[in-house]
């Protein structure tokens, strides 16, 4: 499993992502190909937050294409 900061996006350490949970996000690899599609979510619940949401916590959400 890799760990990324939701704030640089960079891997970080499993210690580093149990230390800020809520600015961390577990990546797992899924299946090949993108849509295209850009999608927003909270780095701390995984749960899916509007384009507002990402302006108002910019290090807390993640930004991902699908």
């Not at 990546?27 to 850009?38: A, C, F, I, L």
């Not at 927003?40 to 294409?65: D, Q, Y």
Request: glycine share 10%; proline share 3%.
């Amino acid at each position: 499993m890799a760990f990324r900061s939701a704030k640089t996006g960079r891997y970080i350490s499993r210690s580093a992502a149990a230390r800020r949970p809520r600015q961390s996000v577990n990546e797992s690899s899924g299946k090949s190909g993108s849509s295209g599609r850009t999608i927003h979510r909270s780095a701390g619940t995984g749960r899916f937050v509007n384009k507002a949401a990402v302006k108002r916590w910019p290090n807390h959400t993640l930004t991902e294409k699908v």
